[in-house]
């Protein structure tokens, strides 16, 4: 998909599209100066794909033409300005064409030979107008319920396509899903450079957003199915790129938050490694990632915490019963909440919504609490998974994850599917033993570094995780005596944390 | 803007009973782009059947794109050759070279059956 190490290829000259996600996907952009075939079934965006491109065009320099069949610019600006797109300004300013074309059959007879030239001087005189280098057509095949002769428009479309490429212009033409083929009208076969399907699927009630490359004449492209978002800010894709394992490993330490685990780690997470924090329900998954949350605040880092569970205002109430003030750090911006049920959208709007979080608030550390529960499909989750752990991993952001495993599992599935990709592994416990309950921490794995193989107990206090030394209390346990070790790697070295 | 009204709702009654006062000429418009054999075709066309159905009581305005792209626009002109029937209302929409003189004729609605 990236091709980092195609050389010699001349490959095609590109516009950015400006749509978030896109041109990583597409290698560049939308081939310059032709037209890109934009289809879809009604909803799933077209028009909004379509106001982007031109928007952000308008803010790299070119200016553009918005052909619309089916809204007025009225209507139009409107529909766009909850994107926090501004249309009649861009109008006003001379930068944009809004010009609505309608063709209501009622209105019109049909006497003999007829071409489109009316349309086409119409384009070229708001192309000019504005010294145009962006147009797009939303949607042309508006034409063929609004006159009869479906052979003369195909011909003509034909002509409009060839026209638009000599003119030069980047074009996004949309169309409507057809039965048989991608459009309607087959426009495909007439538009053949650059070819994009979004798709709006609901499955088990909820629904996905997704875009696909289906050509891209001349230009190697992703192929696969990528989520994308639209919000307040507009369209975002998330690029699945093919991350290869060329992200950069450092070898810089960052505090646990927790000055005992730090030690069992020999000094605390590698700096954008990737640590999963699983445990049975009330084992202290979240106290224990947010430990690390406010020591990241502390050093004064950038923190996102997705939370699946808890609200915001829940969460910073019950972390600050065990000292781990969250307030304070969001009020200096430091720390962003974001929460959401994880059955309120489809795994892959979560994934795009993290993503395109992650891309804005560009944080240090991400915490995601938890990842488990996104769907009942394991292989689904695990897809996921390995795309959020990819995209943090290339970005440098250490994260910490937190998932809930039911008492009967296996160890072996404690890491939702991705072990492989987990960098540090702390299993949390939680023990009943002579009417008490104990709550246990080991450090299960952690890669490029000693660590301790002990099963500590820990408690939960008012100033937050308290790990014993060694387990005099559960040393009792012949369980646990089996894989007790007296020896702290970190021992000698004895940074202690605060 | 009385004397006005009345005159157009008199005239929406049907072409046919219309008296051959000045203010009252139907006012048609051609849309066409340059000298091409089916603006030319479209224009004869229209020639033929005003002097056969409204002598005397029509104006054609031809309208040239190619020299005001700019009416396209503000006219809602697609399709070329486009006429225009400006009056009597409603506007009608007339596409091609007008060579089907039925089908011009029902769309300018000078046949006796389209009346109301």
Redesign the interface.
């Known amino acids: 998909m990236r091709l980092k190490n195609s050389v010699a290829v001349p490959s095609l000259p590109k516009a950015r599209s400006g749509v978030r996600g896109l041109d990583e996907i597409t290698g560049g952009g939308l081939p310059r100066g032709r037209p890109t075939l934009v289809c879809g079934s009604a909803g799933a965006g077209k028009t909004l794909f379509s106001v982007e491109f031109l928007v952000r065009g308008v803010e790299m320099g070119e200016n553009g033409v918005f052909m619309a069949f089916e809204e007025t610019a009225a209507e139009l600006s409107q529909n766009v300005a909850s994107l926090g797109f501004d249309l009649e300004h861009l109008v006003a300013t001379k930068k944009l064409v809004v010009d609505f074309v309608r063709v209501e059959r009622s209105e019109i007879e049909e006497t003999g030979e007829y071409d489109l030239e009316g349309l086409f001087v119409r384009l070229g005189h708001a192309i000019d107008s504005v010294g145009a280098k962006r147009v797009v057509l939303d949607t042309i095949e508006s034409l063929f319920s609004g006159l009869s002769n479906t052979t003369l428009l195909r011909a003509e479309l034909r002509r409009l396509f060839r026209w638009l490429k000599d003119r030069g212009v980047t074009a996004v033409i949309t169309a409507e899903r057809g039965a048989g083929g991608l459009t309607r009208q087959g426009l495909e076969e007439y538009v053949s450079d650059c070819v994009i399907l979004l798709d709006h699927r609901v499955q088990g009630q909820v629904s996905t957003r997704r875009l696909r490359v289906v050509k891209y004449r001349g230009s190697s492209h992703g192929t696969n199915e990528y989520p994308f978002l639209i919000d307040a800010a507009g369209f975002s894709v998330l690029p699945i790129t093919s991350l290869g394992l060329q992200h950069r490993a450092s070898a810089e330490r960052v505090s646990t938050g927790i000055a005992r685990l730090d030690l069992m780690l020999g000094g605390g997470y590698f700096r954008g490694s990737t640590v999963l924090v699983s445990g049975t329900a009330g084992s202290g998954k979240t106290s224990v990632a947010t430990a690390f949350v406010q020591a990241a605040c502390r050093r004064g880092e950038r923190c996102l915490y997705f939370a699946f569970e808890e609200s915001p205002q829940q969460l910073t109430r019950n972390m600050s019963s065990i000292g781990n003030a969250l307030a304070p750090w969001r009020k200096q911006g430091l720390l962003r909440l974001e929460s959401s049920r994880p059955a309120v959208y489809g795994i892959e709007t979560h994934l795009a919504f993290m993503h395109k979080t992650i891309r804005v608030f560009r944080p240090a550390a991400v915490l995601v609490d938890p990842i488990t529960d996104f769907t009942e499909s394991l292989a689904d989750n695990k897809a996921m998974l390995t795309r959020l752990i990819d995209f943090l991993k290339m970005e440098g952001i250490t994260a910490v994850f937190t998932s809930l495993v039911s008492a009967e599992m296996h160890v072996d599935q404690l890491e939702g599917g991705v072990s492989s990709l987990i960098d540090t592994s702390i299993v949390l416990r939680d023990l009943e033993r002579e009417g008490r309950r104990y709550r246990a921490l080991s450090v299960m794995k952690s890669r490029g570094m000693p660590h301790s193989r002990d099963i500590r107990e820990f408690r939960i206090t008012r100033r937050g995780i308290d790990i014993a030394e060694d387990q005099p209390s559960l040393s009792d346990s012949p369980r646990l005596r089996l894989t007790a070790r007296i020896s702290d790697p970190s021992a000698p070295r004895k940074r202690a944390g605060r | 803007m009385t004397p006005a009204k009345a005159a157009v709702r008199l005239r929406g009654r049907g072409p046919e009973s219309a008296p051959s006062e000045p203010a009252e000429r139907w006012d048609l418009r051609l849309?066409v782009?340059g000298h091409t054999p089916?603006s030319i075709?479209?224009l004869a066309?229209l020639k033929v059947i005003c002097e056969s159905h409204l002598k005397g009581i029509y104006r054609i305005e031809v309208i040239d794109?190619?020299a005001h792209?700019?009416r396209?626009?503000a006219d809602?002109?697609?399709?070329?050759?486009?006429l225009i029937r400006k009056f009597p209302p409603p506007?009608?929409?007339?596409?091609?070279?007008?060579?089907?003189r039925e089908?011009?004729l029902?769309?300018m609605e000078l046949t006796p059956g389209k009346e109301k």
């Open positions: 849309y782009a089916k075709a479209a066309n794109l190619s792209p700019e396209a626009r809602q002109i697609v399709a070329l050759p486009t506007m009608k929409r007339i596409l091609g070279d007008l060579s089907n089908r011009t029902i769309g």
